[in-house]
C-alpha cells in the first residue's frame, strides 16, 4: 500500500477503543452488511467446530453464527481491546452462570493471526479486511489457520467508497479518506494466497445526511475516520472545512446529502491436498 495511505495501526487501534461505546447507535450499515452476509451462508454447505469472527467488533455477528452453527466454538477476535469487552458483554449472564459459554476473545491483529496453523472450520469477517496495510498477508493467515476444507468468508469496502466525501476533501493534497482495494484485485489476492474457487460480488449502498458533518460525525462515532498516515495532523481549520462543505454540496439531492458505499462479498475454500495414486502428497515445483 502507497506510504501516505497505510494506515497507522496504534492510532487505528486507539480510535477503536474510544468508540466502543458510540459504536453500535452507529453502525447502522455495519449491521446491514453483517445480515445480508449472514444470508448468504444459506448457500454453504459446512458444519464448523470452531469459527473466527476476525474483527468481531462489538459481537454483532456472534449471536446469528451461534444459532446458524449451534455446536461451534467461536474465537472472537479484534484489534482493540475496549472492543473485546463490549462484545464480552453480549454474552447472557445465564450462560456465564451455567457455564455453557464457549466463546473465546483474542486480542490481535489480521495480519498475524495469534492461532495455530489448521485449528478452524470458518474464518468470517465483516468490514474488517479494510483496515489492514497488507491483504495478501491477511489471506495467507486466513489460509493457514483453516483446516483443509475450511471456509473464507467477508466482507469489505470496495474503491468507491466515500467517494462523495474524497472528492469533497480533494483540495489540500492531504490523505482524508482512506483508499480501498478493486474487488478483482482481493480475487486475485485470494487465489495467490492457496484458496480454491473464489466467488466475489459487490453493490452500492447509499446513505444520506442532512450535512457533511453528520457524515464526519458518524464515521468518528464508529472509530473510522482518517488514520492514514499521509493524513493531516493538525486540526482542520474553519475554512478547510467550510470548503469541504461547500464542495459536498454539490452533490446533494432531494434535500438530502449522500454517502456511497461499494460492499464487496467475498468467499473461498482451503483445498484438501492433492495426493498422488499411492496417497502421497503431491507437491508443485516451480522452476525459476
Known sequence: MNGSFAQDQRQMRRSFDKAATTYDQAAVLQ?????????????????????????????????????????????????????????????????????????????????????RSACVDMLWSNLAFQWVNDLPAVFAESQRVLRPGGLLMFTTFGPDTLKELRAACAADGKVHVNRFIDMHDIGDMMIGAGFADPVMDMEYVTLTYTDVRSVMRELKALGAHNVAVGRNRGLTGKQTLREIERRYESFRQAERLPATFEIIYGHAWKPFPRTGPGGRPVIDIKST
Open 31 to 115: 449491521r446491514e452488511v453483517c445480515v445480508r452476509a449472514l444470508e448468504r451462508l444459506d448457500l454453504v454447505k459446512l458444519d464448523p467446530a470452531a469459527i473466527i469472527d476476525a474483527g468481531c467488533g462489538t459481537g454483532f455477528a456472534s449471536p446469528a453464527l451461534h444459532k446458524r452453527y449451534p455446536r461451534a466454538k467461536l474465537v472472537a477476535l479484534d484489534i482493540a481491546p475496549a472492543m473485546l469487552r463490549k462484545a464480552r458483554s453480549r454474552i447472557s449472564v445465564w450462560k456465564k452462570w451455567i457455564g455453557s459459554n464457549r466463546d473465546v476473545f483474542v486480542c490481535g491483529d489480521n495480519e498475524r493471526l495469534p492461532l
